[in-house]
């Protein structure tokens, strides 16, 4: 064979795979019109176990306490003892358990733990029921945000 049918014959490849190539992407676009397209932004985000929205917002809000244990797959987020600075006498402990896929307010429950320095040693003290609401509206409001900027992007 001489180098220019060879060449010719290479020529040719490109040609004939682009056009099969082409073929196939039109093919594989008329059958994409039966399937609904995938919501990248949906309401039920499983890829680590839980509501990935409800998971971040959650690791958000309480980004500023320290974390004893963070687990995606379970749904858990337990925070160590926080004192704020401007009020060393009180600390505070939040456990976060996110209960569904779905971004729903019932799939979020909050337990928080309340100390007050007495004597130099911690005594548990109630925690108001306020507080948990708020963390809770917080965390939901910032779950909602992160989806609405999901479907934008």
């Known amino acids: 064979m001489s180098k220019l049918s060879v060449l010719a014959t290479l020529g040719r490849r490109p040609a004939t795979l682009a056009l099969l190539g082409l073929t196939a992407l ?5 059958a994409s019109k039966d399937r609904p397209r995938a919501d990248l932004a949906a ?11 409800l998971w971040r917002a959650s690791l958000d809000a309480l980004s500023f306490m320290p974390l004893l244990q963070a687990d995606s797959s379970g749904g858990v987020i337990i925070t160590d003892w926080y004192a704020n600075p401007g009020n060393p006498g ?8 996110i209960l569904d896929q779905d971004l729903r307010a ?4 909050i337990a928080a733990s309340r100390q007050v320095a007495q004597g130099g040693t911690w005594v ?4 108001q029921a306020a507080t948990v609401q708020k ?12 989806r609405r ?5």
């Open 26 to 30: 039109g093919l594989s676009a008329c």
């Open 90 to 97: 009180e600390r505070m402990k939040v456990t976060v358990s």
């Open 106 to 109: 019932d799939a979020l429950r």
């Open 149 to 153: 900027s999901a479907i934008k992007g």
């Open 135 to 146: 963390l809770e509206e917080i965390i939901l409001t910032r779950a909602r945000d992160l």
């Open 43 to 53: 309401s039920q985000v499983t890829t680590i176990g839980v509501n990935s929205y």
């Open 124 to 127: 548990d003290a109630p925690v």
